[in-house]
């Protein structure tokens, strides 16, 4: 089973941007999707977005028209651009290949500051 690290959050004022980085354990080109998803303590884990090994895209609603989601095959890297960021985007940000994993990474706690 691949495994994913995720990298790239930190502390960023409204309205800022970051880019979130995923390292998968394994070359990703035979795996269909890969998504972000977010979690609150607390709160249950959402989907923020998911691309599939052709490059389409599906976004959540509170993220469409900010977030960016892109893959590297070459690299085994997923990327999610955040722009425009809100308080409410604040969580730890995990990337996997479907919510109902069993397994997931260390996720990577992206705060967004009033």
């Known amino acids: 089973q691949v495994q994913f690290v995720e990298s790239g959050g930190g502390l960023v004022q409204a309205g800022g941007s970051l880019r979130l980085s995923c390292v998968a354990s394994?070359?990703?080109?035979?795996?269909?999707?890969i998504g972000w998803y977010r979690q609150v303590p607390g709160k249950q884990r959402d989907m923020v977005a998911r691309?599939?090994?052709?490059?389409?895209?599906n976004y959540a609603d509170s993220v469409q028209g900010r977030f960016t989601i892109s893959r590297d095959n070459a690299k085994n890297t997923v990327y999610l651009q955040m722009n425009s960021l809100k308080a409410e985007d604040t969580a730890v940000y995990y990337c996997?290949?479907?919510?109902?994993?069993?397994?997931w990474g260390p996720g990577t706690q992206v705060t967004v500051s009033s």
């Open positions: 996997n290949t479907a919510i109902r994993s069993a397994s």
């Open positions: 394994g070359n990703i080109f035979s795996i269909s999707a």
């Open positions: 691309i599939s090994s052709a490059g389409g895209a």
